[in-house]
């Protein structure tokens, strides 16, 4: 069992959120909803490779912000690629330097595992920051100029 796990406030749709969450992330499920006052789901536990996370229907008192966002690490542009496309779909917004906001406005960070390696040179993280979602080749091709 997991020490700490990540408790997200929704503003009624929590189970839309985790059943979003789950059709993207590959061993993912929903683990739970306990009713709330008139049967709708009011806390939802679900796992994401292996992370527990769980969402309240808490109300519209509080909203993500940037302030907090997960990192997906990613070993390929094929992964990049399908993690970026599905939480910007149905609503996501893309952000710069790999991040975005999925349609519930939670912030993710879709970068390659190699990400920390590759912007120790200039060129590359010069290259990072000018782009939306992160292409994988145009930083190796910069890392290999510095």
């Not at 952000?95 to 590759?118: M, T």
Request: with cysteine.
């Amino acid at each position: 069992m997991q020490k700490i796990t990540p408790f997200l406030w929704f503003d009624g749709n929590a189970l839309e959120a985790a059943r979003f969450y789950t059709g993207i992330f590959p061993d993912a499920r929903i683990t739970s909803d306990l009713p709330g006052p008139g049967g709708k789901p009011m806390v939802v536990a679900f796992e994401l490779a292996g992370q527990s996370f769980t969402a309240l229907n808490g109300g519209p008192q509080f909203t993500f912000n940037e302030s907090v966002s997960f990192v997906i690490d990613c070993k390929d542009q094929g992964e990049i690629d399908h993690y970026w496309d599905r939480l910007t779909a149905e609503g996501g917004t893309p952000s710069r330097c790999g991040w975005l906001k999925d349609p519930f406005g939670l912030s993710w960070q879709v970068v390659p595992s190699r990400l920390p390696q590759l912007i120790r040179h200039p060129a590359a993280m010069q290259a990072m920051m000018g782009m939306s979602k992160i292409v994988l080749a145009d930083l190796e091709a910069a890392a290999a100029t510095s």
